[in-house]
């Protein structure tokens, strides 16, 4: 099983993300609703990838990212950011913060497992 953190503090986009992920029978979905949320389970379930909204509250996506890079027990998480700022300049800039890839939202929930199955190789 491949384990999947999916952060968005919109419940809607979340539940969408967890449902069209989960259509993959090889993938085990968790969900966050906030940075903090998602720091807590990614240290105790220590996910293959996390898929990171950028525009949360409090604390946001690459914020997030940089959270994870300080810590030892999820440095080496591969995150890619889902974003509906999916311009090229902000692709420039995503791509500068060590994220494996960007999702554009709104995602196609039918080929949303297939773009996180190429994301990690």
Known sequence: MT??????????????????????????????????????IAAQWQPEIALLDVMMPEIDGPSLLRMMRERPDLAEIPVAFVTARAQP?????????????????????????SRVRALLG
């Open 3 to 40: 384990r999947i953190l999916y952060v968005d503090d919109e419940p809607d986009i979340r539940e969408i993300a967890e449902m069209a992920l989960a259509l993959d029978p090889d993938f085990e979905v968790r969900t966050a609703e906030s940075a903090k949320e998602a720091l807590a």
């Open 89 to 113: 300049s902000e692709l420039q800039n995503f791509a500068t913060l060590d994220a494996v890839g960007v999702i554009a939202k709104p995602f196609d929930p039918m080929t949303l497992a």
